[in-house]
Nanobody, 118 residues
Framework: QVQLAESGGGLVQPGGSLSLSCAAS????????MGWYRQAPGKQRELVAV???????NIADSVKGRFAISRDNAKNTVYLQMNSLEPEDTAVYYC????????????WGQGTQVTVSS
């Protein structure tokens, strides 16, 4: 059984910073893409940033230059450093991993709330 354990998140003032991390555990053979999506109230889930096991990244235009994604392959962990946070960044952030146990599948974390408010 695969689990994605997220940590971080919380309440921060506009202009502040937060860090998220997500560790994948279980009988994992290999992980390809890991990353983060978010869903604000009344909106669809959207990509924030993803990174392949080779280090290639895809970052949403709305956060480019403010957010940075990184990964520790040895720890099966992905990180999201969020700087210059804006109220529009308020959402539930979900960890994502595309990995193989016996076959390839996509997995999601339970989500962590990020609230940007004064």
């Amino acid at each position: 059984q695969v689990q994605l354990a997220e940590s971080g998140g919380g309440l921060v003032q506009p202009g502040g910073s937060l860090s998220l991390s997500c560790a994948a555990s279980g009988s994992i053979a290999i992980i390809n893409t890991m990353g983060w999506y978010r869903q604000a109230p009344g909106k669809q889930r959207e990509l924030v940033a993803v990174i392949t096991n080779g280090g290639n990244t895809n970052i949403a235009d709305s956060v480019k230059g403010r957010f940075a994604i990184s990964r520790d392959n040895a720890k099966n962990t992905v990180y999201l450093q969020m700087n210059s946070l804006e109220p529009e960044d308020t959402a539930v952030y979900y960890c994502y991993a595309d990995l193989r146990v016996t076959s390839w599948s996509s997995y999601w974390g339970q989500g962590t709330q990020v609230t940007v408010s004064s």
